[in-house]
């Protein structure tokens, strides 16, 4: 079937906005990172559970807008308006991290200069579609399933859980999918509270540890996800958008829980937030209402730049990183300036390459996949 022909559903704008406050939080996360000493003092301390929260709504908007539609298309149908979707500001990602590859060379990675040309635009090439590069291939050192551009490792689950969805989870009863999930969030809580760290931060290096890791915090949310758009019943709810965007933030800003001598407690802070709160951020946003044209404009502003800000904001901020090891004894009040061109370019660089790039691509996917 032609699935041009499958028409757009209504969005949740609500939604669309919290994904942007949530990727705005990554990027601030991403720039206080090299600014702690370890895992325990990091300002923005939990801004990587952002990433669980995406996956959360991925699963919510894939069930919204697929579940009732496969008698109209096939799984190959369903692939082409993912990679529609996901590829071209995945390949804008890695180009740009390509291009600012060499201008890194730092302290912290000494060997950039070293690696030759073909072996990073080999590794680049790999990065176009999302499968993850052996460790034999870490031009960056920092033992990166994408070197070039980090953050891809979550796209790569991202992938993953679509390929399951479609080939057969998306098959499964309310009954079956509740006792998959119930599952799910028994080896997450496993996994948050007796990881060495206290946390559920991983899933970027391509080892059995860390794709323990990445698998554990994608069949969660994601299929959780999926769970919710299958039962809600969203209610009528009144300023949901500035309600969840703090619940959010809160989250997402919370100091460290528990110290170094009781790290299971921060394990368990972090089950509660994906488990429950997530969730019920997600149902509270399905159910919010729009009032104002001004909040409609910026929930559709935070909504459309969020997956641009994902991809694009990482190349930058490894110049910042390699500042920051360059300088040793940055404190925060000396980084923040910098911090602050860091975060208002990757908007900026956003907004751009949504505009001039990934609406146009994927306009033009549309007529040739069609």
């Known amino acids: 079937m032609n699935h041009s022909n499958l028409s757009a559903k209504p969005h949740y704008p609500i939604l669309d906005g919290l994904r942007g406050v949530a990727a705005i939080i990554v990027v601030t996360f991403h720039l206080t990172e090299p600014l702690g000493?370890?895992?325990l003092d990091i300002l923005v301390n939990h801004g990587y559970l952002a990433v669980d929260f995406f996956f959360l709504l991925s699963g919510?908007?894939?069930?919204y807008a697929y579940d009732d539609r496969w008698h109209k298309m096939s799984i190959g149908t369903f692939f082409k308006r993912r990679m529609e979707r996901l590829q071209p500001m995945l390949v804008l990602g890695m180009t740009l991290g390509a291009i600012g590859f060499y201008f890194t060379d730092s302290t912290i990675w000494?060997?950039?200069?070293?690696?030759?040309?073909w072996k990073m635009l080999l590794v680049m090439l790999i990065g176009y579609t999302v499968l993850?590069?052996?460790?034999?291939m870490d031009i960056r050192g920092w033992q990166e399933m994408h070197p070039?551009?980090?953050v891809g490792w979550s796209l790569f689950f991202e992938y993953i859980a679509n390929i399951l969805y479609a080939i057969g989870i998306r098959k499964l009863s309310k009954t079956a999918l509740g006792i998959l999930v119930l599952i799910a969030a028994i080896a997450l809580a496993h996994l948050a509270i007796t990881s060495p760290a206290g946390d559920v931060s991983g899933g970027w290096t391509l080892n059995l540890e860390q794709l323990r890791v990445g698998?554990?915090?994608t069949m969660f949310p994601f299929f959780a996800g999926l769970l919710l758009s299958r039962i809600a019943k969203p209610i009528r709810i009144k300023h949901a958008f500035l309600w969840c965007?703090?619940?959010i933030a809160l989250v997402l800003y919370m100091p460290?829980?528990?110290g170094a001598e009781h790290l299971w407690m921060n394990g368990l802070y972090e089950s509660v937030c994906i488990i429950i709160v997530f969730p019920l951020i997600v149902y509270l946003g399905a159910s919010g209402l729009v009032h104002t044209q001004t909040e409609r404009r910026i929930c559709q502003f935070l909504g459309d730049i969020s997956y641009p800000l994902y991809l694009v904001h990482y190349p930058l901020v490894y110049f910042y990183v390699a500042w920051i090891s360059n300088h040793k004894g940055v404190t925060i009040v000396q980084a923040w300036p910098y911090a602050l061109l860091i975060l208002t370019g990757s908007i900026i660089l956003a907004y751009a390459s949504l505009k001039w790039y990934d609406e146009p691509v994927r306009k033009w996917l549309r007529k040739k996949l069609g």
């Open 148 to 150: 070039l551009n980090s």
């Open 37 to 39: 000493t370890g895992h």
């Open 110 to 117: 000494p060997l950039i200069h070293t690696i030759p040309l």
């Open 215 to 217: 698998i554990t915090r």
């Open 60 to 63: 919510f908007v894939i069930g």
């Open 245 to 247: 965007s703090l619940m």
């Open 132 to 136: 993850p590069v052996p460790l034999s």
């Open 256 to 258: 460290r829980i528990g």
